[in-house]
């Protein structure tokens, strides 16, 4: 158990709606991570938050996909009018800066969008 | 644009054999970051790499930084079953902010 945990950890919507994922990292961590991962791919860089701050955000993101972190503890990432080319696993990590480099990751959500 | 490639695809061994993947880079990184998922779980931190040269070992895993800071190796001595999952280096380039990228993977199969 890494301690970054996620929700839903599975969402089936269709095409046109929007959805929203929740991510709580590890308590002190204070930079947090979105990803988004396909079969067989690596995990590809969506957004990232130190504390409350949104301070790089992948150009390949869509403007359909917004996220935050309001209080600089749990997150969460809105995509609006779904696309079946969002089906994906997204997968939120967390990390404390400076003190420890490792990313910890949560389980996932796996999104499909029919 | 900055790419990150990783070789081989996939590897099938017999369980006690060696296994090594490459993490290449067509521009000066950073540091570089190794991960394994197992099949249906989520990427596990293994090792970060940041000076040039640099060799880390930890059991029967041996992890090295190229001396041009663009490439990176992943050994693993004598493999058990327990070692199957995909392996990912993710690399932070000198010339960009703080996101890290990931290489698309080496699926390692252990066969008993």
């Known amino acids: 158990d890494t301690g970054v945990s996620q929700d839903p950890r599975h969402k089936i919507t269709k095409r046109g709606q929007n959805v929203t994922f929740r991510c709580d990292p590890i308590?002190?961590?204070?930079?947090l991570y979105w990803y988004r991962q396909t079969l067989g791919q690596g995990p590809e860089f969506l957004t990232y938050f130190q504390n409350e701050a949104q301070l790089e955000k992948s150009r390949l993101l869509s403007d359909r996909f917004s996220a935050e972190r309001p209080k600089g503890s749990f997150s969460t990432l809105e995509i609006q009018r779904t696309e079946q080319g969002d089906s994906a696993m997204y997968l939120c990590a967390s990390s404390f800066w400076r003190d420890r480099p490792e990313q910890f990751f949560g389980p996932g959500t796996r999104l499909t969008v029919l | 644009g900055q790419q990150v490639m990783q070789i081989p695809q996939y590897q099938h061994v017999q369980e006690g054999e060696d296994f090594t993947t490459y993490c290449n880079s067509s521009?000066?990184?950073?540091?570089i970051q190794w991960y394994k998922q197992r099949p249906g779980g989520h990427p596990v931190f293994l090792i970060q790499?940041?000076?040039?040269?640099e060799v880390k070992k930890q059991k029967r895993l041996t992890f090295q930084f190229g001396e041009a800071k663009k490439n990176s190796s992943l050994h693993i001595t004598a493999t058990q079953t327990t070692d199957v999952g995909t392996y990912f280096c993710a690399v932070k380039f000198s010339n960009t902010g703080n996101q890290f990228y990931f290489g698309t993977g080496t699926s390692l199969t252990v066969i008993p």
């Open positions: 790499l940041v000076k040039s040269g």
């Open positions: 521009t000066t990184l950073s540091n």
């Open positions: 308590s002190e961590h204070n930079r």
